[in-house]
């Protein structure tokens, strides 16, 4: 199974922060990787398909880069609507593996 | 619009069964898979396995193979999780969601499987 290493757990940043979270795949996936929002109590929305593809109406702040094993998503101007969580995902081969999580917290 | 949406929270006793669906709207149920996540309280995202809409054909993740069942009622465009011997271990949110590798990919909105006497 290819593992999902998410870094960091927790970070704590302000209103219009750059914040940047990584996923590490412990083999390569190509570009096989999305990035998923979750508030508390809702569904996870993805953000970001194929590594750096935009979804549909996510606003241009977020960004996604990287191929093969390293992956980065990037938020450019932190807003309060931004604090939740993000999961990495990768769909490269079964079975499909989530990052453990990074929780934006305001501080 | 792509929309799917899930059944409604459960309360289910230690040893009961429960079957979850998940009702497609806005496209050919056929053409996409299925697929079926958990989240337990105050945990992660965690891929329980997928289900071909085509050919029926079910993929179970390792630790949901054995009292996990995923079907179809194609003719409603509605997929559905059976969990059979309920454990406390089993409460959580179970999602579905529209096959992930594609660039339109929803999720249905969760719904809430409570095991406890």
Same mark, same amino acid.
């Given at each position: 199974d290819i593992q999902m290493t998410q870094s960091p757990s927790s970070l704590s940043a302000s209103v219009g922060d750059r914040v940047t979270i990584t996923c590490r795949a412990?083999?390569?996936?190509?570009?096989d990787l999305g990035w998923y929002q979750q508030r508390p109590g809702k569904a996870p929305k993805r953000l970001i398909f194929a590594a750096s593809s935009l979804q549909s109406g996510v606003p241009s702040r977020f960004s996604g880069s990287g191929s093969g094993t390293e992956f980065t998503l990037t938020i450019s101007s932190l807003q309060p609507e931004d604090f939740a969580t993000y999961y990495c995902l990768q769909y490269n081969s079964y079975p499909r593996t989530f990052g453990q999580g990074t929780k934006v917290e305001i501080k | 619009q792509v929309q799917l949406v899930q059944s409604g929270s459960e309360l289910k006793e230690p040893g009961a069964s429960v079957k979850v669906s998940c009702k497609a709207s806005g496209y050919t149920f056929t053409n996409y898979g299925i697929n079926w996540v958990r989240q337990a309280p105050g945990q992660g995202l965690e891929w329980m396995g997928w289900i071909d809409t085509n050919t029926g054909n079910p993929t179970y993740a390792q %630790?949901?193979? %054995?009292r996990f069942v995923f079907s179809l009622a194609t003719s409603v465009s509605t997929a559905y999780l059976q969990i059979s011997?309920?454990?406390?271990?089993?409460t959580g949110v179970y999602y579905c969601a529209r096959s992930l590798t594609v660039t339109t990919s929803p999720w249905g909105q969760g719904t809430l499987v409570t095991v406890s006497s």
């Open positions: 412990s083999q390569g996936i190509r570009n | %630790g949901f193979t %054995g011997s309920l454990k406390a271990e089993d």
